[in-house]
């Protein structure tokens, strides 16, 4: 009886599937949100606009638009492994989320101008050393974050004061807030365009190289 030897063939290593990556870019929705929102408030800090609702608009872009969907963009940001962009959106759409609670309440308890003042301060601090970071972002990014800089300083010294608004440091900061959210929105239109059309139709002064860039030029993303 002649022994029949079967061969098996050999195991294959259990490999786990890969999550796809995200290969849309969130950022122009992060700073849509931020900058529609930034515009309509600002336009009240100037006191362009007087009547006494206008800030319902305001406060429902700052939970569904500046809140709710900057911060899905700053998630989606962790997600391709951008830890500017991340941190960006996910404290600006915070940041939002919290002026939806906070403003209200504020005005049902007759304000607290230093406490204001500080909250508002410390969102300055914040903004200026990501700022520095984005002198290796690019150019429009750069300026929406100065701008925003001064905006909150302003803000926050116009909180300071304390008294009956709008005082002038605070219509001072609702100007350069405008300024600040209509390049925002050039940076939104720009990464967008230039993405859909795959070619830069937008300058935004980049400052280093994309994903895309990096890919061509055989350069192993850090």
Request: hydrophobic share 50%.
């Amino acid at each position: 009886m002649n022994d029949q030897t079967t061969s098996r063939p050999p195991e294959q290593p259990h490999t786990r599937t890969p999550h796809p990556a995200v290969a849309g870019d969130p950022a122009p929705l992060g700073l849509a949100g931020f900058a529609l929102t930034t515009l309509l408030l600002s336009v009240i800090n100037t006191n362009l606009l007087k009547e006494s609702a206008a800030v319902i608009p305001v406060l429902s872009l700052a939970l569904f638009y500046g809140g709710l969907a900057q911060f899905a963009a700053g998630l989606f940001e962790f997600r391709r492994g951008n830890t500017f962009g991340a941190t960006a959106f996910v404290s600006y759409g915070a940041f939002w989320l919290a002026y939806w609670w906070l403003a209200p309440r504020l005005e049902i308890a007759g304000g607290a101008p230093n406490a204001l003042g500080l909250f508002l301060l410390g969102w300055g601090i914040f903004t200026a050393y990501m700022a520095v970071a984005a002198l290796r972002v690019n150019l429009a990014v750069l300026a929406v974050l100065v701008l925003l800089t001064i905006t909150f300083v302003l803000l926050a010294i116009g909180a300071f004061q304390g008294g009956a608004p709008p005082h002038a440091a605070t219509q001072v900061g609702g100007w350069f807030g405008i300024a600040t959210g209509l390049v925002a929105w050039y940076a939104s239109a720009a990464t967008v365009i230039n993405d859909t059309h795959g070619r830069p139709v937008l300058p935004v002064g980049q400052r280093r190289p994309n994903r895309t860039s990096e890919a061509v030029a055989g350069i192993e993303p850090t």
